[in-house]
């Protein structure tokens, strides 16, 4: 690992869930989960987390986990099915609790769900969240909505939290997707980082995050968001207690000299935070799903980081 400096493997150690079943990629099941076996075998192994599998697909990928051994076992961010009431959101948190547990028994030598992440209807209210806890358990779960719900959505987070013994309830923001309209500002991106900050609640990001930096992309015709930039956003608007202007400010630079990394800290421009800090701050920041775990890696090779 020669030549990786320590705040780099700090901010993106175990960072990616590979998501190969999703747009742009959307492979089969059968060869997103053989990507994953290899992956957990290769180099860059270091950056990889969980493997993003829906709950209906379950029953299925029980069948082909020959790829998987105690060493390297498949471990699952389960997703749950998009609701859009409360009435079907509770159904399907019922399908998806007994589909976690049945997969969570199935041989656990060989895999295990790390993570569940849903959809939050715009009527969920605190009370079924609370029951949405009390029917899952101990497993960390991560509620998706849009950002005009991120703030809202963090505060009815936030408040279970404080009730709980320990914290599993965190906040998911999709950055992007397949098509320029998917993907949110840098505005909206900051308050959403600004938000969880406050009230130390646990963020994930999905889509469009393939490339480190801010960039412009032919194929969805707009500016990707950088998973250098959104991370590191994340983490210094925490440390410094930025307001979104600034948090927005360090998403949209497209600079890779603003970026610095060595054993002892990362820096963006004149912030910096030391890798022991970077470190307490990512239970906070925990990943980003991706449907390509190669892109992330060429590109940081590209830009002389790994």
């Known amino acids: 690992m020669a030549g990786l400096a320590a705040s780099l493997r700090a901010l993106l150690a175990h960072s990616i869930d590979y998501a190969g079943m999703f747009p742009p990629c959307q492979l089969e099941l059968e060869p997103a989960l053989k990507n994953q076996a290899d992956y957990l075998r ?58 976690v547990r049945s997969l969570s028994a199935h041989n656990v030598d060989l895999v295990s769900v790390t993570q569940l992440e849903m959809f939050l209807p715009r009527d969920v209210d605190v009370p079924l969240l609370n029951e949405a806890g009390s029917i899952l358990g101990t497993l960390p779960v991560f509620w998706e909505a849009p950002p005009d719900r991120a703030e809202q959505t963090i505060a009815a987070v936030a408040e279970i939290n404080s009730n709980a013994d320990a914290p599993t309830f965190g906040y998911k923001l999709r950055t992007g997707g397949v098509t320029a309209d998917a993907f949110p500002t840098s505005m909206q991106i900051a308050q959403a980082l600004v938000t969880p900050a406050t009230h130390q609640v646990p ?58 990394f060595t054993d002892e800290f990362f820096a963006w421009r004149d912030w910096k935070i030391d890798t022991g800090r970077l470190q307490y701050r990512r239970k906070f920041v925990t990943s980003f799903g991706s ?14 980081l790994l």
């Open 42 to 99: 290769a180099p860059d192994a270091w950056m990889l987390s969980a493997f993003v599998l829906p709950v209906d697909q379950f029953a299925s990928a029980k069948q082909v986990l020959s790829d998987f051994d105690p060493l390297h076992p498949l471990r699952v961010s389960a997703l749950g099915s998009k609701t859009e009431s409360a009435g079907a959101f509770r159904e399907a948190l019922a399908r998806t609790n007994v589909a």
């Open 203 to 260: 963020i994930k990001f999905t889509a469009g995050l393939h490339h480190p930096l801010r960039q412009y992309r032919d194929e969805v015709q707009t500016k990707m968001h950088g998973f250098l930039n959104v991370l590191g956003a994340a983490i210094l608007a925490a440390e410094y207690k930025w307001d979104t202007n600034q948090t927005a400010l360090m998403l949209e630079d497209e600079n890779a000299d603003s970026f610095s």
């Open 291 to 304: 449907c390509s775990f190669d892109e992330p890696g060429e590109d940081l090779r590209a830009l002389g």
